[in-house]
Structure formats: structure tokens, C-alpha cells
Nanobody
């Protein structure tokens, strides 16, 4: 069993640069990929950024050049450095990971989400 716990959200002024963190815990054999999604009120959940094994990254066009995803494999943690925040970045941000454990093959896990509110 795996748990993902996000932290770092809150109320931020436009132009701010918070960093979100997500730590995975459990009997983990391998983390194949980790990602950040977000969901604004009344909208569908969307991919913000993803990072695969080997460090290959992918970003939504709306955040490209402003956000940076990274991971610390030794700590089973993924980060999202958010720069030049805009009000339209306001959303609940969810951590996502594809993980192999000692008991299960590749399985998708989600964190509980952390609210990021950008004021103007």
C-alpha cells in the first residue's frame, strides 16, 4: 500500500513562487513516474507537469517556462516549483504516481490534494 502526501499549498500573491512537495511512502519497489495535476472549480482535472524515470519531463503549455518539476528518488519525493503565479493558476493541486510495490504491479496513486490560491 502507498500513500502520497502533498504540502506547500496556501494563499499566494500573484507573481509568487511557492514550491509544492509530495512524498510517497509504503513498501515501494519502484516509482515509474510522478506528476502534478490540478483542478479548478467547475473545470476538469488537467495535467500540469510529469516526470518519468530517467528524468524526462512534460509540461502543460500554460505553465511551460514558469513551473519546474523535479524528483528526489532517494526520498521518494516530487516537487513542483511554481514561479510567476497568475490568478488562473488557482486550483487544487494533486500529486500522482505510477508505482510498483512488493505486492502489486504498476498501480496509479493519488494524493489528497493541496489548495493553491493566487490573489491579484
Amino acid at each position: 500500500q502507498v500513500q502520497l502526501v502533498e504540502s506547500g499549498g496556501g494563499l499566494v500573491q500573484a507573481g509568487g513562487s511557492p514550491r509544492l512537495s509530495c512524498a510517497a511512502s509504503g513498501k515501494i519497489s519502484s516509482i515509474l513516474s510522478m506528476a502534478w495535476y490540478r483542478q479548478a472549480p467547475g473545470k476538469q482535472r488537467e495535467l500540469v507537469a510529469a516526470i518519468a524515470s530517467g528524468g524526462i519531463t512534460n509540461y502543460a503549455d500554460s505553465v511551460k517556462g514558469r513551473f519546474t518539476i523535479s524528483r528526489d528518488n532517494a526520498k521518494n519525493t516530487v516537487y513542483l516549483q511554481m514561479n510567476s503565479l497568475k490568478p488562473e493558476d488557482t486550483a487544487v493541486y494533486y500529486c500522482n504516481a505510477h508505482i510498483i510495490t512488493t505486492a502489486f504491479p504498476q498501480t496509479v496513486y493519488w494524493g489528497q490534494g493541496t489548495q493553491v490560491t493566487v490573489s491579484s
